[in-house]
């Protein structure tokens, strides 16, 4: 009897820990409004200039989807890449923006779809759209079937609560014998073993992981100290720190540590585009659309020096 006792109460208890993060995450909700514009007019929204030299290096027999647009598709995944407007229905965030910056530059009309992440490969080599703007990242493995033009560099980053006495990770030892908060199979908690592996190699503590659910349980055990650091991509990180006042960021982890990974925009394979689309971000670079652009969305800290076509990407694992 004293053992079911435990048990229900040990059950209630997790339950309320869990409605408590849910309403946490709820209400500090709003507070982001304070810092990113999701308004459906976005009428700070930064626009570019025709690039003629872009433009005149679009492939003659390259066929838009539509005549006089740039057909893109991107997948609503969360701010401040991509969500939904407060009207729930329009597109906005920094990859709408880019994508609307990229379709100005070469004297074109913006015609953005909302899909799936799942489904944009297939819209892809189908003629669907002309390109996806949606933070993929470059791989060897999408090498084969797509081409590339890269816009951002793919981070994760090092979050910890704003009162932390952590200030800096760089490299691995600065990330013994630390609590993290990591995705179950995810890229991130790949290269945070490697990390503890080198550093258990060098005589230094291991690194903890510690996996969550969901985010507000993730948060939760973050503020409670219970973990020392959360590790997501740099970008949802960047919201929720802004959103939630009480975290602080303290590094960037390259998503293809030890090397460097970019995101792209997508093309199809031999379409013959995507040069042209390296050229119009480059244009962007040069005159500082580009630089507006992701200091609009707090992600200036994702900025490439320069865009390449196809550039090395993630290898196969």
Same mark, same amino acid.
């Given at each position: 009897?004293?053992?079911?006792?435990?048990?229900?109460?040990?059950?209630?208890?997790?339950?309320?820990?869990?409605?408590?993060?849910?309403?946490?995450?709820?209400?500090?909700?709003? #507070?982001?409004?304070?810092?990113?514009?999701?308004?459906?007019?976005?009428?700070?929204?930064?626009?570019?200039?025709?690039?003629?030299?872009?433009?005149?290096?679009?492939?003659?027999?390259?066929?838009?989807?539509?005549?006089?647009?740039?057909?893109?598709?991107?997948?609503?995944?969360?701010?401040?890449?991509?969500?939904?407007?407060?009207?729930?229905?329009?597109?906005?965030?920094?990859?709408?923006?880019?994508?609307?910056?990229?379709?100005?530059?070469?004297?074109?009309?913006?015609?953005? =779809?909302?899909? #799936?992440?799942?489904?944009?490969?297939?819209?892809?080599?189908?003629?669907?759209? $002309?390109?996806?703007?949606?933070? =993929?990242? =470059?791989?060897?493995?999408?090498?084969?079937?797509? $081409?590339?033009?890269?816009?951002?560099?793919?981070?994760?980053?090092?979050?910890?609560?704003?009162?932390?006495?952590?200030?800096?990770?760089?490299?691995?030892?600065?990330?013994?014998?630390?609590?993290?908060?990591?995705? #179950?199979?995810?890229?991130?908690?790949?290269?945070?073993?490697?990390?503890?592996?080198?550093?258990?190699?060098?005589?230094?503590?291991?690194?903890?992981?510690?996996?969550?659910?969901?985010?507000?349980?993730?948060?939760?055990?973050?503020?409670?100290?219970?973990?020392?650091?959360?590790?997501?991509?740099?970008?949802?990180?960047?919201?929720?720190?802004?959103?939630?006042?009480?975290?602080?960021?303290?590094?960037?982890?390259?998503?293809?540590?030890? $090397?460097?990974?970019? =995101?792209?925009?997508?093309?199809?394979?031999?379409?013959?585009?995507?040069?042209?689309?390296?050229?119009?971000?480059?244009?962007?670079?040069?005159?500082?659309?580009?630089?507006?652009?992701?200091?609009?969305?707090?992600?200036?800290?994702?900025?490439?020096? #320069?865009?390449?076509?196809?550039?090395?990407?993630?290898?196969?694992?």
């Amino acid at each position: 009897m004293e053992s079911s006792l435990v048990t229900i109460f040990s059950r209630l208890r997790i339950a309320s820990i869990a409605a408590i993060a849910s309403l946490i995450t709820c209400y500090s909700g709003m #507070a982001a409004a304070d810092e990113f514009d999701l308004s459906p007019e976005q009428p700070n929204r930064v626009h570019a200039q025709r690039d003629e030299a872009a433009i005149a290096s679009i492939p003659k027999d390259f066929k838009f989807v539509t005549s006089g647009k740039f057909t893109v598709a991107v997948s609503p995944g969360g701010p401040p890449l991509a969500t939904y407007a407060t009207d729930a229905k329009t597109v906005v965030g920094a990859d709408p923006e880019y994508a609307n910056a990229i379709a100005e530059s070469l004297g074109l009309q913006l015609e953005l =779809v909302p899909v #799936a992440w799942i489904d944009w490969p297939l819209g892809l080599t189908s003629g669907k759209y $002309d390109a996806v703007i949606s933070n =993929v990242g =470059v791989t060897e493995q999408r090498k084969e079937k797509f $081409d590339f033009s890269t816009y951002r560099k793919g981070l994760h980053g090092f979050f910890v609560k704003a009162d932390s006495a952590i200030n800096s990770i760089k490299e691995p030892k600065d990330a013994a014998g630390l609590r993290f908060i990591v995705g #179950a199979g995810t890229n991130q908690e790949r290269i945070l073993l490697k990390w503890s592996d080198e550093d258990v190699a060098a005589g230094l503590k291991p690194l903890e992981l510690q996996y969550y659910d969901d985010e507000a349980a993730s948060l939760l055990a973050l503020r409670s100290g219970r973990a020392d650091v959360i590790v997501q991509p740099h970008a949802q990180l960047v919201y929720i720190a802004a959103r939630d006042k009480n975290l602080k960021r303290v590094g960037t982890l390259s998503a293809g540590w030890p $090397d460097r990974s970019d =995101v792209a925009i997508t093309t199809r394979k031999g379409s013959g585009i995507a040069d042209t689309l390296t050229l119009a971000t480059n244009g962007l670079i040069k005159d500082g659309t580009y630089a507006k652009i992701l200091e609009h969305w707090q992600l200036s800290e994702e900025a490439l020096p #320069a865009s390449e076509t196809n550039p090395p990407g993630l290898p196969k694992f």
